[in-house]
Every structure is written in structure tokens, then in C-alpha cells.
Nanobody
Framework: QVQLVESGGGLVQAGGSLRLSCAAS????????MGWFRQAPGKEREVVAA???????????FYADSVKGRFTISRDYAKNTVYLQMNSLKPEDTAVYYC??????????????????WGQGTQVTVSS
């Protein structure tokens, strides 16, 4: 009932920037929170950033300590899209990045199993 499509990944040198996009369709009005997660080989999927999506709620954003000051999450209701602006990229940022949506306002932004909808992921590779 909610479809998410990520785009914007690619290969970039350390110190460079990328902007990821997540386009939502279907019952977007049911979404409360949107999050970005990433998974590197041999590691668990981890939250990168999250933002409240519902127009009935105030704006709240959350960031993992590893990306604070470098990444920015934002939303555009007109385009049904959430963005992740990634600056000062490091090789350790290399991972598959996933967009996710959670309809439950009582859910926890950092718990990936509480998100109901997921995109297919987009690869981000940062070379040293």
C-alpha cells in the first residue's frame, strides 16, 4: 500500500557529496515517520537518520552519531519525497542505503523492525 523507491547512489571520492532521494507512492498519508538505514557487508542494518512525515505532526529529525554534522534529512510533501544530503563522505559510509516508512507514531525511529515499508536500496561507495 506504500511503495518506496530510492535513487541517487553511486561512487564518490572521500570528502565528496551525494543526495539520496526516496519517492513514496500509494497511501503516503498513512506514514508517520520516514527513515534512512544502511547496511555494510558483515554488519547489521543501522539507522542513519529519521524524520516525521505526517503533516499533522511537528517536524522532528534524528541522526546517528556517526553522521551528525555531515548528513541532513529533509522532506518535500509536494513531491512525496524524502532526501538524505550526504556531505564530507568517508569510506566507512560505504553501504547499501535503504528508505523506510513507519505508520505508527509510537514506534521507535532506530528500530528497523518497526518500519512497515522498505525500498530496494541504493548503493553508496566512497573511495579513499
Amino acid at each position: 500500500q506504500v511503495q518506496l523507491v530510492e535513487s541517487g547512489g553511486g561512487l564518490v571520492q572521500a570528502g565528496g557529496s551525494l543526495r539520496l532521494s526516496c519517492a513514496a507512492s500509494g497511501r503516503t498519508y498513512s506514514i508517520y515517520r520516514m527513515g534512512w538505514f544502511r547496511q555494510a557487508p558483515g554488519k547489521e542494518r543501522e539507522v542513519v537518520a529519521a524524520i516525521t512525515w505526517s503533516g499533522l505532526s511537528g517536524l522532528s529529525t534524528f541522526y546517528a552519531d556517526s553522521v551528525k554534522g555531515r548528513f541532513t534529512i529533509s522532506r518535500d510533501y509536494a513531491k512525496n519525497t524524502v532526501y538524505l544530503q550526504m556531505n564530507s563522505l568517508k569510506p566507512e559510509d560505504t553501504a547499501v542505503y535503504y528508505c523506510a516508512a513507519d505508520p505508527d507514531p509510537s514506534g521507535h525511529y532506530y528500530r528497523n523492525h518497526e518500519y512497515d515499508y522498505w525500498g530496494q536500496g541504493t548503493q553508496v561507495t566512497v573511495s579513499s
